[in-house]
């Protein structure tokens, strides 16, 4: 069966405190692993796509890279407004089904 | 502006009642899909629709039901045998072509017994 774990479940960083939030997942066929941020009683925002593994795509103080069993978020230098749970989902030889992870929450300190 | 809308925001149901979430979207997108969301818990998928008149169940359909008469519409009604309705409820769309790879998703629905 197609999982996808998330860890830490949550963590505490102080302003500027770099840190990585990983995904680890197992997939008959991946099509894509998929980097969401959701706000307190707010829908998922998209951040990142990623395909195959030694993918990198960064975006301002994010960078999301992929192996063949997981992929990390990487947080460089966070800032207060940084803090919001981070998904992780993946898509499947479905081709149109996702599979998500219960997320990392972030807070950041200032 | 383009996206997807959801409601309403909150939502109250008394025990034995049935009650529809409306779920809109102008992205033009042919799949839709519902996901509910508990505390501590990632999003788990009730049902989806990739095409008009068409859906298929997801992990935890029980209690649930859908219609999808419309491209741009996907309504979602819990049932009174979902026995454990209190959730946020999410709905997301997505295109069918290859280059249209990421779910959108709305600003949820939030579901409270009474």
């Known amino acids: 069966e197609d999982q996808v774990t998330q860890s830490p479940e949550a963590l505490r960083l102080q302003e500027g405190e770099s840190s990585s939030l990983n995904c680890s997942y197992t997939v008959s066929g991946l099509r894509g692993l998929f980097w969401y941020r959701q706000d307190p009683g707010k829908g998922p925002e998209f951040l990142f796509t990623l395909y195959s593994a030694g993918e990198e795509k960064e975006k301002e103080r994010l960078k999301a890279t992929l192996t063949k069993k997981e992929s990390f978020l990487h947080i460089t230098a966070p800032k207060p407004e940084d803090s919001a749970t981070y998904l992780c989902?993946?898509?499947?030889?479905?081709?149109?089904?996702?599979?998500f992870g219960s997320g990392t929450k972030l807070n950041v300190k200032p | 502006d383009g996206g997807i809308t959801q409601s309403p925001k909150y939502l109250f149901r008394k025990e034995g009642q049935n009650v529809t979430l409306s779920c809109e979207q102008n992205l033009n997108h042919d799949a839709m899909y519902w996901y509910r969301q508990d505390p501590g818990q990632g999003l788990r998928l009730i049902y989806y629709?990739?095409?008009?008149?068409?859906?298929q169940k997801g992990d935890i359909a029980e209690g649930y039901s859908v219609s999808r008469e419309k491209k741009e519409s996907f309504p979602l009604t819990v049932t009174s045998a979902q026995k454990n309705p209190t959730a946020f409820y999410l709905c997301?769309?997505?295109?069918?072509?290859?280059?249209?790879?990421?779910?959108?998703f709305g600003p949820g629905t939030r579901l409270l017994v009474l």
């Open positions: 997301a769309s997505k295109g069918l072509a290859e280059t249209q790879e990421t779910q959108y």
């Open positions: 629709s990739q095409i008009v008149n068409d859906f």
């Open positions: 989902a993946v898509r499947d030889r479905d081709f149109n089904k996702f599979y």
